[in-house]
């Protein structure tokens, strides 16, 4: 370590993330933005066997991305300038991905979180680091922080506790402990009592941590911005006394304030464990806190008597340096501030904003859906079929059974009409294209418009319109007739007055079966009669027998009133029978050209007629 850089961190420190976590970069990005760094101090991102991309991020109130990579070696050679790496990878592959961090020439500083890494590894580890002259923080860590500049992952916690312990800009004191919980606790007492941290490592709680307590402080001597240095060590172990021996060869001048907890254990009569794997009792006297505690004292360091008198000597320690001259404190900056995120202000009532989308047929925000207030559980229960969802879903309101009933038989009936006709033969041919089955539906469906199944609203508004006016049906086809309009509903390419379409003649029936009233059905067939003294396929069509019988649905149910009714007409809600029913058909189509293994469709030319 005495060869290694003294600092490790500045304002241009980038680092790489392997198996990133959104939390921890975002708290970095935070800390970058409260510094007012140039640069976000996130180089890349690491996500094993990933083939790249990028994860967006808040830098401020913009948003930035930072590239995702596949393998260390690749961001390595991606980001040369990013000499960090912080691994958030398990215990169980920590060791092979820091190994392979450790290899790349670039990466000067490695950053193992993960707690559990057995012995034997991290010893390799060191061992590889010090023959690089590279250094590991960590295991088991929280990680570390340089004031002002750069930030581990979730060290020193919430944005704001990093406000309120300073660490948005330099201070004059080095700290290091093996504890990532009890730094956050030293932060606010340095902020407190000095004027604060220029950076704090946390080398881990394990027994063989990657770096020491002696090997932080004296990267502390090496710095001019440090002025002060605080030790927080634990018992267990004989790390505290390579400071001891730095501070008897006087190799560390600097006043160094130093406190071993643990000194409670000699109450107990047997062997304890303290959290941390290092932190044990039972090492024998060298190894106790007093013992350690003493040691120090003895070799220069200023130790309290307890950790209760800790703040107060680091507070006179440091006033010293002040008053003797050898310190002099920089104004304090402006507090700055970071934007707030939207959700966590909305959260607290701070915020309001128009929404994007209204909605008022579905709601998915509790246990299960609901459909108009409906749960999709009480659907299955009282065994409701698709008719009783789309009044929920289109008409928002719960229809009577013989109104439900009819909508499955609409859908039923217009499900298909077989491969010749227009939607159907285009979904064939993209079938035979090899198009995926969203593509053949989509071509089938594009068809439907006043020529093809899309005449069931057009019916429904000239027959609605017809009854209003309470005109006749000799009347209405001519006026009809007079505007130059086809009759919407009438008409058939093959049916006619001697074939009439079995669909019709079922629709029919059921309506006069069921329906409490059926004014505008038999105003349509009334239509009927005339328009055959014209011609024999001006039969009444499925669309206008639809048409003419939602209308009677919905005047005879009491469900709707006139303005509702009026509503669906315009809107355009009947079309959306046949869409859906005939969306049934056209997967069929696609699925059976697929299934059948057909060929590329190409027209036979002599059914072309050539200009």
Same mark, same amino acid.
């Given at each position: 370590m005495s060869s290694a850089p003294s600092s490790l961190f500045s304002r241009t420190t980038q680092c790489l993330f392997y198996n990133f976590k959104p939390l921890p970069v975002q708290r970095m990005l935070d800390f970058d933005y409260l510094c007012s760094r140039d640069l976000p101090s996130v180089a890349g991102l690491i996500t094993p066997g990933a083939s790249n991309g990028f994860h967006k991020v808040f830098y401020g109130v913009k948003e930035i991305l930072i590239p995702i990579y596949g393998s260390i070696k690749e961001a390595a050679q991606a980001q040369p300038q990013a000499d960090v790496f912080i691994n958030f990878a398990s215990f169980r592959s920590a060791f092979s991905s820091?190994?392979? &961090?450790?290899?790349?020439?670039?990466?000067?500083?490695?950053?193992?979180?993960?707690?559990?890494?057995?012995? !034997?590894?991290?010893?390799?580890?060191?061992?590889?680091?010090?023959? &690089?002259?590279?250094? #590991?923080?960590?295991? &088991?860590?929280?990680?570390?922080?340089?004031?002002?500049?750069?930030?581990?992952?979730?060290?020193?916690?919430?944005?704001?506790?990093?406000? !309120?312990?300073? +660490?948005? !800009?330099?201070?004059?004191?080095?700290?290091?402990?093996?504890?990532?919980?009890?730094?956050?606790?030293?932060?606010?007492?340095?902020?407190?009592?000095?004027?604060?941290?220029?950076?704090?490592?946390?080398?881990?709680?394990?027994?063989?941590?990657?770096?020491? +307590?002696?090997?932080?402080?004296? !990267?502390?001597?090496?710095?001019?911005?440090?002025?002060?240095?605080?030790?927080?060590?634990?018992?267990?172990?004989?790390?505290?006394?390579? +400071? #001891?021996?730095?501070l008897k060869s006087k #190799?560390?001048?600097?006043?160094? #304030?130093?406190?071993? $907890?643990?000194?409670?254990?000699?109450?107990?009569?047997?062997?304890?464990?303290?959290?941390? $794997?290092?932190?044990?009792?039972?090492?024998?006297?060298?190894?106790?806190?007093? &013992?350690?505690?003493?040691?120090?004292?003895?070799?220069?360091? +200023?130790?309290?008597v307890s950790f209760d008198g800790l703040e107060t000597l680091i507070a006179e320690t440091y006033q010293s340096l002040v008053s003797s001259g050898q310190h002099s404190p920089k104004p304090e900056p402006p507090v700055p501030h970071l934007p707030q995120n939207y959700m966590g202000a909305l959260k607290e009532g701070r915020v309001r904003r128009e929404t994007g989308i209204a909605s008022s047929i579905c709601d998915d925000r509790g246990e299960e859906p609901t459909y108009a207030g409906f749960e999709l559980s009480s659907l299955v229960d009282q065994q409701n079929g698709i008719g009783f969802t789309i009044g929920l879903l289109w008409f928002k309101r719960q229809l009577p059974a013989y109104a439900t009933r009819f909508i499955e038989i609409v859908v039923m009936f217009c499900a298909d009409h077989g491969p010749c006709v227009s939607g159907a033969h285009n979904t064939i041919v993209t079938a035979r294209a090899g198009k995926d089955l969203v593509s053949c539906l989509c071509a089938g469906l594009l068809t439907i418009g006043p020529r093809f199944g899309g005449a069931i609203d057009d019916a429904a508004r000239y027959f609605k319109y017809a009854v209003d006016k309470k005109l006749s049906p000799e009347d209405y086809v001519e006026d009809m007739k007079k505007k130059g309009i086809r009759i919407p509903g009438i008409g058939h390419r093959i049916k006619s007055a001697d074939n009439l379409d079995k669909r019709v003649i079922l629709l029919k029936e059921y309506c006069f079966k069921h329906f409490p009233s059926h004014n505008c059905l038999d105003f349509a067939l009334a239509v009927e009669k005339v328009t055959l003294t014209k011609a024999p396929n001006l039969v009444l069509n499925v669309d206008g027998c639809i048409a003419a019988a939602f209308l009677d649905l919905m005047m005879g149910s009491a469900a709707f009133n006139d303005e509702e009714i009026a509503d669906i007409v315009e809107t355009g809600y009947l079309n959306g029978l046949f869409v859906f029913a005939r969306t049934i058909g056209l997967i069929g189509h696609s699925l059976d050209q697929k299934r059948l293994k057909q060929p590329l469709y190409r027209h036979p030319w002599d059914d072309v007629m050539y200009l």
């Open positions: 820091s190994n392979d &961090a450790l290899d790349q020439p670039t990466l000067k500083t490695v950053v193992i979180i993960a707690e559990g890494v057995p012995e !034997r590894d991290t010893k390799k580890l060191i061992a590889k680091a010090k023959q &690089a002259n590279k250094i #590991v923080i960590g295991p &088991a860590t929280v990680g570390g922080i340089q004031a002002g500049s750069f930030k581990i992952a979730d060290t020193a916690g919430t944005v704001e506790n990093i406000i !309120r312990c300073k +660490l948005y !800009r330099p201070g004059s004191v080095g700290f290091v402990s093996k504890s990532g919980g009890l730094s956050n606790e030293m932060y606010n007492i340095l902020s407190k009592t000095t004027d604060g941290l220029f950076e704090g490592i946390a080398i881990g709680g394990d027994a063989f941590p990657g770096s020491t +307590l002696v090997d932080h402080a004296l !990267r502390f001597q090496n710095i001019p911005e440090i002025k002060l240095i605080v030790v927080l060590g634990e018992l267990g172990g004989v790390t505290e006394y390579g +400071l #001891v021996d730095a #190799v560390i001048t600097k006043p160094l #304030v130093a406190w071993v $907890a643990g000194t409670c254990a000699k109450v107990f009569p047997q062997e304890v464990q303290f959290g941390h $794997a290092g932190a044990r009792s039972g090492g024998g006297d060298k190894e106790s806190a007093a &013992a350690k505690n003493s040691a120090l004292k003895e070799a220069g360091a +200023l130790v309290p």
